[in-house]
C-alpha cells in the first residue's frame, strides 16, 4: 500500500465532503437566511425539538421539498463519484474506502465553516452506491419494511445503516470493506447524537413525539408519519387490543 496515497485520498475526501451544498443552495434561494438552526414545537406539549446541523434535511425544512431534494442529490454525488473514479483507477486497493469514508467526516465537519456541518446520511449513502449499490436498494428495502412492522421511522430510516454493515461483510468478507461500513455509520451516529439525546429525553418525559411529528423533524412527509401511526401492523395490534378490552 502506498501511503501517501492513503494520506491523499483521506485529505481529497475530506476536503471534497466539506463542500457545503446546503448553504451554496440557500445562497441563491434564501439570501441572508440562517440555515443552521431549526426549532420545532412538538405537537401537544409544550417542548422544542431543536435541529442544529446545516443539511438537506435544514434545507428541506427551511426552502422547501425541491430545494431539500436537491440539495441531497448533490451531496450524495459529491461522495459518489470520486469514490468510483478512484475505485476504478485504484482497483485492489482501499483509497476509495478511505475516501469516502473522509468524506463522511469532512461533511459532518467541514473545516470550512467552522467545523458545523451535517450529520452525514447522504455523502454516506453517496459512498456505499459506489461500493456497493445493491446493497443500498436491498437493505432499504429491508429497513422499510422493518419500520412498516414495528410502527418506528426511526428504525425505517436508520436500520439499513446496520444491515449494510452485514450484507457488505456478507458480500466481501473483507476488512477494509467491513471497516469503512462500520466508520461510515459511527460519523453518523456521532454527529446525531444531539439529536438521539433529544429523543431519549421526550421518551423518558413520556412527550415522545407521534410518527407523524417524528415524520416532520426527519423530513419524511406528514403523510408517511399519519399513516405510520395508523396503519402500521404495531397500530393496528395496539388498536386491535383497545377493542377487545
Not at 476536503?15 to 440562517?34: H, Y
Not at 440555515?35 to 446541523?53: A, H, L, Y
Not at 431534494?69 to 461522495?79: G, H, S
Request: aromatic content about 12%; proline content about 3%; some cysteine.
Amino acid at each position: 500500500m502506498d501511503w501517501l496515497m492513503v494520506v491523499l485520498s483521506a485529505l481529497g475526501g475530506y476536503l471534497i465532503g466539506g463542500i457545503s451544498f446546503a448553504r451554496i443552495i440557500a445562497r441563491f434561494t434564501i439570501p441572508g437566511k440562517d440555515i443552521s438552526k431549526v426549532e420545532q414545537i412538538i405537537p401537544g406539549t409544550d417542548r422544542v425539538f431543536t435541529m442544529t446541523t446545516v443539511s438537506a434535511s435544514t434545507m428541506h425544512m427551511h426552502a422547501g421539498t425541491r430545494y431539500g431534494c436537491l440539495t441531497a442529490i448533490l451531496d450524495m454525488a459529491k461522495v459518489a463519484f470520486p469514490t468510483l473514479g478512484v475505485r476504478l483507477l485504484s482497483e485492489g486497493m482501499p483509497y476509495h474506502l478511505i475516501l469516502a469514508a473522509s468524506a463522511v467526516a469532512g461533511h459532518n465537519w467541514p473545516v470550512y465553516y467552522g467545523f458545523k456541518g451535517g450529520r452525514g446520511e447522504s455523502p454516506m449513502i453517496g459512498g456505499f452506491l459506489a461500493v456497493d449499490w445493491l446493497g443500498v436498494l436491498l437493505t432499504n428495502a429491508v429497513g422499510s419494511i422493518a419500520g412498516v412492522v414495528v410502527g418506528s421511522l426511526l428504525v425505517m430510516r436508520w436500520s439499513w445503516m446496520m444491515l449494510m454493515i452485514a450484507w457488505i461483510w456478507w458480500r466481501t468478507g473483507d476488512l477494509w470493506h467491513v471497516g469503512y461500513a462500520i466508520v461510515a455509520v459511527m460519523l453518523y451516529v456521532i454527529a446525531l447524537l444531539p439529536e438521539l439525546r433529544q429523543y431519549v429525553r421526550l421518551k423518558q418525559d413520556h412527550a415522545y413525539p407521534s410518527q407523524e411529528s417524528v415524520a416532520e423533524v426527519l423530513t419524511m412527509g406528514k403523510t408517511m408519519g399519519r399513516m405510520m401511526d395508523r396503519y402500521s401492523l404495531f397500530a393496528l395490534y395496539h388498536r386491535l387490543r383497545a377493542r377487545k378490552s
